[in-house]
């Protein structure tokens, strides 16, 4: 099996092996015609952008005044002003979008085929899984970075196969800028370089390209990461890489901190103490939660979003005689007090972290909502000016030819998330039971990094992470895959070792034996 794993990788390149195999030039053609037919229906039922009111501005807003930062990472906003250099109507920056979202996922599958001996079985399913998945229309037709992230990463994880199996200078090189380019469209990313040490580690290249492999990501993420806080540095007068993660600290300590009892509650440092007193005002005059619905929530982001919540009541009382700072100074300027309240509630309410907030998001990694691709353009009939005046529109208004904004096509996909993240890890349970990496190294390397990504997703996710199914979307596409592939290997193991029974019967039963004891003889 070891050798036939490998056999395609060994005996041509990837080039021959899309273009000049007759079975996957055909299928690429026909993937191709779908992908073109498919996109142009949808069009045609949603002919304007979908938009989420808030970040989806943000995005623009800030590609508009060319911004070096901006509350989300800035990467997004640097693609739509690098576009809009080619074309400006959105038709054609989601069309873009779409297409990017395919092709970096046939990349993705087709380097696995092209390492991996898959049945035409498997292979058939995740192709007609991944053409047509109703999410990635959804995705590519949204003004957000979830779409751009969702094609880096697949690349990226593409290219960290090549790594394992076939490494060279420029594929390493390549895969450091893919890195960089995702490291600056979501925070997510901060784990990927964790990921491409163990590709570097499992791969056969010397220790000196190892080095260099690492070294070369981790200059080029350590330069945007230095950029960026200098920026923060100018603006506020705080060293910070991210004061998203200063307000998601402070947010997600307050959904642990609302279920402490007021006889429960420690004494807080002076400095934290006017902040404190609020939220626990509002605590206090919130526990009717039919009066207060939001408050029923768990592990959500509603305290560090709405204004009428005590972190922006503190942040605006802070700057009520400040006529002169901007809106990115001001909330910029709470990253790091706010980091360290929500460390300090944490460390005093550890166990209440882990039932109000851990548990519940763990609950909704497992199942991700669907959140905001739920409904068309927030459920909205018109878009802000910004956006009208991006994209040309005549006017502020936009359509669409379904009956309402519901977009129900994509409820499945918290239960088959759930499905998948259950399957994969009994099929690693399994596939460990069976000493499964015996049977093909390759196989094993392969999984090995699959199964790390999946474990580090989680945790960070689940500790730190909002989770909902545009964040999660690569990290299901991925998990699909190694889910399809594990039970497709696991079908071969079982051949296998059934061929070997067989075959040993045979050699140690005489033949005349066998006939002798079979029933119908």
């Known amino acids: 099996m070891n050798q036939e794993t490998t056999m395609s990788s060994a005996e041509v390149s990837f080039k021959d092996f899309l273009f000049n195999n007759k079975r996957n030039r055909t299928i690429l053609w026909l993937a191709a015609a779908a992908i073109v037919i498919q996109f142009a229906v949808f069009k045609y039922f949603y002919p304007f952008a979908s938009y989420i009111h808030g970040d989806s501005f943000s995005y623009i807003k800030a590609a508009d005044q060319n911004l070096n930062i901006n509350t989300y990472p800035i990467g997004y906003s640097k693609f739509l002003r690098l576009f809009s250099v080619f074309a400006k109507p959105d038709y054609v920056l989601t069309s873009f979008q779409y297409l990017l979202i395919q092709s970096s996922i046939l990349f993705l599958l087709f380097t696995f085929f092209y390492f991996y001996k898959t049945g035409k079985g498997m292979q058939f399913l995740l192709l007609g899984f991944m053409l047509f998945n109703p999410l990635f229309l959804h995705l590519g037709n949204l003004v957000s970075s979830d779409n751009l992230f969702l094609s880096i990463s697949c690349i990226w994880f593409g290219l960290l196969l090549w790594i394992i199996h076939r490494p060279t200078i420029k594929i390493i090189i ?180 882990l039932k109000y907030f851990i548990y519940p998001n763990a609950l909704k990694y497992y199942a991700p909502p669907v959140e905001f691709l739920d409904v068309y353009n927030s459920y909205r009939k018109s878009v802000a000016p910004e956006a009208s005046k991006w994209f040309g529109y005549d006017s502020n208004n936009v359509k669409t030819r379904m009956k309402d904004n519901n977009v129900l096509v994509l409820n499945f996909y918290p239960i088959l998330s759930g499905m998948i993240n259950v399957s994969i890890l009994c099929l690693l349970i399994i596939y460990l039971t069976w000493k499964g990496w015996t049977y093909s190294k390759p196989f094993q390397k392969g999984l090995t990094i699959g199964g790390a990504f999946w474990l580090c997703n989680a945790l960070f996710t689940i500790f730190a992470s909002p989770a909902a199914l545009r964040f999660q979307a690569f990290p299901i596409i991925l998990t699909t895959i190694l889910v399809c592939l594990l039970t497709d290997f696991m079908f071969q193991i079982m051949g296998k070792l059934k061929t070997e029974k067989d075959s040993y019967i045979r050699v140690q039963v005489p033949k005349n034996k066998l006939v002798a004891t079979n029933p119908s003889a």
């Open 174 to 353: 390549c895969n450091s800028i893919i890195l960089l380019i995702a490291f600056t469209v979501r925070y997510n990313a901060m784990i990927y370089p964790f990921i491409m040490l163990i590709a570097l580690w499992l791969s056969n290249l010397p220790l000196r390209k190892k080095i260099f492999g690492l070294g070369l990501s981790l200059m080029l993420c350590g330069i945007f990461t230095s950029f960026t806080m200098y920026q923060y540095k100018k603006l506020t007068g705080y060293w910070q890489f991210s004061p998203f993660s200063g307000w998601q600290f402070a947010n997600n300590a307050m959904y642990a901190y609302r279920y402490v009892h007021i006889a429960d509650r420690h004494p807080v440092p002076l400095k934290f103490q006017e902040l404190d007193n609020m939220i626990r005002v509002f605590f206090d005059s919130t526990r009717d939660t039919k009066k207060n619905p939001s408050e029923n929530l768990k592990a959500s982001s509603v305290y560090m979003w709405t204004r009428r919540m005590p972190l922006w009541k503190y942040r605006n009382n802070l700057f009520k005689n400040d006529t002169t700072s901007i809106e990115l100074k001001k909330w910029a300027s709470m990253g790091p007090f706010y980091k360290d309240y929500g460390i300090f509630i944490i460390k005093q309410y550890p166990i209440y972290f």
